[in-house]
């Protein structure tokens, strides 16, 4: 009871401060809006799609995992900030527990990707997207795992290398081969067979896929399951390891 009342208690902070300035949720939000409306309507004819719709349904799913790997990445800088400012300091006296630390902050961010999904899954139902409430709400827990995993690591890195002109560098080093090995914005079905071959070693390749699945209604698509236990187990890493960095700096 008191790790989950711990977690509810930095939950509700870092939700206060978000709300304060909700302009972040809408600058996160804005290059993939930009996306869906400026380069979405280009992909039916280069995917063959039949109609505008379908090649949304392609679209539209890799565009939400993208908001969910980059949007988590890139947490840790607010953590740097609050140790300059000697907040992560001023916990060491108290009897918080330390994964309370790092998983309220990380469900914050998984609030903040979820309103932001909402809103380009909305955006995209003007443009005839189509898709099953259960599948949705399927493709959202896989959205909202990525966002914990990704967001998780992100702390954890930035306790470890304390500093924006390190991290900024790290992050973008891990996120572009994520992104092209993802098939992402196109599927990687057009690609040769050596980068297919690649990209199963990444795991949020399975993510997009399975994605993709939900959104064109295959609910038994072994890709679907598959990219859920995937991303389970490494969310559940990923915070395991973060939690240690905090234990390990709040000491």
């Known amino acids: 009871m008191k790790f989950a ?55 539209v799913p890799g565009l939400l995992v993208l908001l969910a790997i980059f949007g988590g990445l890139f947490q840790g800088f607010g953590l740097i900030a609050e140790l300059r400012a000697g907040v992560i300091e001023r916990s060491r006296v108290t009897p918080i527990s330390r994964l309370a630390l790092l998983l309220g902050r990380s469900l914050r961010d998984v609030v903040s990707l979820l309103v932001q999904a909402v809103i380009i899954t909305l955006l995209a139902l003007l443009f005839d997207l189509r898709v099953f409430i259960v599948d949705l709400l399927l493709a959202y827990l896989m959205l909202a795992l990525i966002a914990l995993m990704t967001s998780a690591v992100s702390y954890g890195v930035a306790l470890k290398v304390k500093s924006e002109d390190a991290l900024a560098p790290l992050m973008n080093t891990v996120a572009q081969p994520v992104l092209l090995l993802s ?69």
């Open 5 to 59: 009342r711990d977690t509810w208690l930095i939950f509700q902070r870092q939700l206060q401060l978000l709300l304060r300035n909700p302009v972040w949720v809408f600058v996160g939000v804005f290059q993939p809006v930009m996306y869906l409306l400026l380069f979405a309507p280009l992909l039916k004819p280069a995917l063959n799609a039949p109609t505008q719709a379908a090649a949304y349904k392609i679209f």
């Open 183 to 251: 098939g992402i914005l196109l599927p990687l079905t057009f690609a040769p067979g050596w980068l297919q071959g690649v990209a199963e070693w990444n795991p949020f390749s399975w993510a997009v896929d399975g994605t993709r699945a939900l959104f064109a209604g295959d609910l038994g698509n072994d890709k679907v399951w598959q990219g859920l236990a995937i991303i389970t187990v490494l969310a559940a890493a990923g915070v395991y390891w973060a939690a240690r960095q905090f234990a390990r700096s709040v000491r």
